[in-house]
């Protein structure tokens, strides 16, 4: 049975406290990338403000649009992705075995970058291809559509780890991950999306701090989201599932 919101997170803190430093360190170079993509674009969006306001007043800067191209868009979105993607998924990794073992990672940073290595580098890029092609045509349809099945998808990285630690992964195809994670998420999805809005709050708190709130926001949350997959799963026969999807 899924735990509740205050359960995940009330085991999140019970996990992280008395390892600050082992979260702070497993988590810093994703924490980063947000902070710096954030302040990028916010000091992009100030600084044309300013250009506009000051040099052209009369023009207003909701009527300047830039045309790159939909392939220019399309290219950055993939590519920003996956960067964030692979940055993500050792860190959750890493986290699931901490939930599971409840002792932190020995060496926080190395486990990190777990996806960068031989283990994880294609499937993480396979398994991303896949979601990136359902989500962009799901997109094309309606905006809401995509985000539902966002929401559906969102467990995959986690089950390949867990199929493949079970010796099943030989056996399963990779498109079988993600409908294994659409069908666990099937009732579901409305938990998952009230967990991460629960977390607005500190996510304003991030950025009132000019991001270093975050250094200790993100591995809880990270933390509370990879108990939510635990929970999620606890008590499936994945292998079984996941065999009969054929």
């Not at 019970?14 to 702070?24: D, Y």
């Not at 009527?63 to 993939?78: E, L, P, R, V």
């Not at 270093?212 to 606890?234: A, C, D, Q, R």
Request: net charge negative; charged share 15%.
């Amino acid at each position: 049975m899924l735990q509740t919101r205050r359960e995940l997170k009330a085991n999140a803190r019970t996990l992280l406290a008395g390892n600050w430093g082992t979260a702070i360190k497993l988590n810093i170079v994703p924490v980063i990338f947000q902070v710096l993509t954030g302040l990028i674009v916010s000091g992009a969006v100030a600084s044309l403000g300013f250009y506009f306001v000051h040099f052209h007043p009369g023009i207003a800067l909701s009527d300047f649009t830039f045309d790159f191209g939909d392939d220019y868009s399309t290219q950055q979105s993939f590519i920003s992705g996956l960067i964030t993607t692979y940055l993500l998924v050792g860190v959750d990794f890493a986290l699931i075995d901490w939930l599971r073992t409840e002792s932190a990672p020995t060496a926080p940073f190395k486990k990190a970058f777990q996806a960068f290595t031989g283990k994880y580098i294609i499937p993480v890029f396979v398994l991303f291809v896949i979601q990136w092609v359902l989500l962009f045509l799901w997109t094309l349809l309606l905006f809401i559509p995509g985000i539902i099945k966002s929401f559906s998808y969102s467990q995959t990285y986690y089950l390949y780890k867990d199929l493949q630690e079970a010796d099943a992964s030989g056996h399963i195809g990779y498109v079988d991950y993600v409908t294994l994670s659409r069908r666990l998420m099937d009732g579901h999805k409305l938990d998952l999306f009230i967990l991460r809005l629960s977390f607005i709050g500190w996510d304003i708190l991030g950025w009132l701090t000019c991001g270093i709130g975050f250094i200790w926001i993100t591995p809880y949350k990270h933390m509370t989201y990879m108990n939510f997959y635990t929970s999620l799963v606890e008590g499936h026969d994945l292998v079984s599932e996941a065999e009969a999807l054929h």
